[in-house]
């Protein structure tokens, strides 16, 4: 949190910080002072993300990766990733 004597010029808000227990952050905000030429505090911009989008693909990597994990470590057999170039349709 921005406090009067803050000298920094950045600071984020640390996202969930006064959440319910168990309920998840929906967005992140970065506030920044402005200040005139001399360095006087002139205000603060303050700019909020949402974070939905990316909890839910880091969500979706995870459970992947996970797949991915177990998939390797249950062969008994190698495996082999085999790329094949794409046939035109005739």
Known sequence: MVTRNTPTKREQEAP???LPVGRKPTASAVITAIRDPAGNLKGFAKVTRGLTEKQQALEALRKSEER???ILETAHDALRVVALPPHPLR
């Open 16 to 18: 969930g910080r006064s």
């Open 68 to 70: 991915v994990r177990l």
